[in-house]
């Protein structure tokens, strides 16, 4: 038998809290011992996550299991912070949060806690070592895996433009004007132009890899009519040949095992229910376009969220996260 870590998620009736516990009610590794929310305290898990229904016969709480060796924040952003203001957890208790509330350097210190930004394929030693992992946002990471290898390398000598839409999911489970059914089906709409919170965690990345980048990156996000997926074109002006460019992209994810680069187009159904992300690379004249996909529930957020506590426990990154897509 393998010894089990508790986990607990806060949160719990969320769409990161959902695809959370789809993940982990089949980890190996890993035992659900408390799903916290007081909207829902007492029933199922399956009435809110009716998708789990045969899988697991978790109940609801609105009690905190603070010895837990793992606790997932699924709250808002601008909540964690709040929450863990009125909760106190073990010492020893390791905090993965997926709010924005710890993501940025100014940030990261809150009371005895340090968080560690948690993307792997940059912070991998640091996350390691870890006690508080602050989970990256899902724009971020697709954005930020388009250009990390030309940040290392010290190739973004211009400015940085994005186009990138989003599904519905990505808007969290509370109803609003843009997220209901008639507004969103055959629709898109720009938001946030120029001033998305991301915006930050991409900056702060590309200052740690490459400490005189003082490019502008323009982000343009967009509202897509589909449930799941984040489609980014990240596109810069660069001296690189086509071939040069694929070669840095190549050589930088060449051992990672969940981001790889693709010699032919790609398409969002390739990485949607998956912990991918799929990059291709391409110049037009002197443009260099990187094409980024990923599920923003899974590798831009409870996925990647595993991942990050597969590496603080030390074990095999991939554990639990070997999944599918269904791509027709």
Not at 18 to 44: C, D, F, M, Q, W
């Amino acid at each position: 038998m393998v010894d089990k870590i508790n986990i607990s998620i806060v949160g719990g009736a969320g769409y990161t809290a959902g695809e959370l516990l789809r993940i982990l009610i089949h980890h190996p590794k890993v035992n659900v011992s408390s799903v916290y929310s007081t909207s829902n305290a007492g029933n199922p898990v399956t009435k809110v996550h009716d998708d789990l229904l045969g899988e697991t016969d978790i109940v609801f709480s609105d009690k905190i299991d603070e010895n837990s060796d793992v606790v997932f924040l699924c709250l808002g952003h601008g909540k964690s912070a709040d929450f863990l203001k009125n909760n106190k957890y073990a010492p020893k208790t390791k905090i993965i949060d997926l709010s924005n509330d710890f993501r940025l350097n100014a940030d990261h210190i809150f009371e005895d806690r340090t968080f560690t930004y948690g993307l792997p394929e940059v912070n991998r030693e640091d996350i390691k070592s870890a006690q508080n992992i602050a989970n990256p946002g899902c724009f971020a990471t697709a954005i930020q895996l388009a250009l990390l290898p030309l940040a290392a390398k010290k190739e973004i000598k211009n400015d940085i433009h994005i186009n990138a839409v989003t599904g519905s999911t990505g808007a969290g489970q509370s109803l609003s004007v843009s997220t209901h059914f008639s507004w969103r089906n055959n629709n898109v709409s720009f938001y946030k132009e120029f001033s998305h919170q991301h915006e930050g965690e991409i900056y702060q990345t590309l200052h740690q890899l490459e400490k005189d980048f003082n490019n502008k990156v323009y982000f343009l996000p967009m509202r897509g009519d589909f449930a799941r997926g984040i489609l980014a074109g990240v596109y810069v002006k660069s001296d690189l040949s086509e071939d040069e460019a694929k070669q840095i992209f190549n050589d930088y994810y060449k051992d990672e095992p969940f981001t790889h680069v693709s010699d032919t187009p790609i398409a969002l159904k390739q990485v949607v229910n998956t912990n991918k992300c799929l990059l291709h690379v391409q110049k037009q004249d002197d443009v260099i376009l990187i094409t980024s996909i990923i599920d923003n529930l899974t590798k831009g957020a409870s996925g990647q969220a595993v991942e990050n506590m597969n590496l603080m426990f030390g074990w095999d990154e991939k554990l639990g996260l070997n999944l599918k897509t269904v791509a027709f």
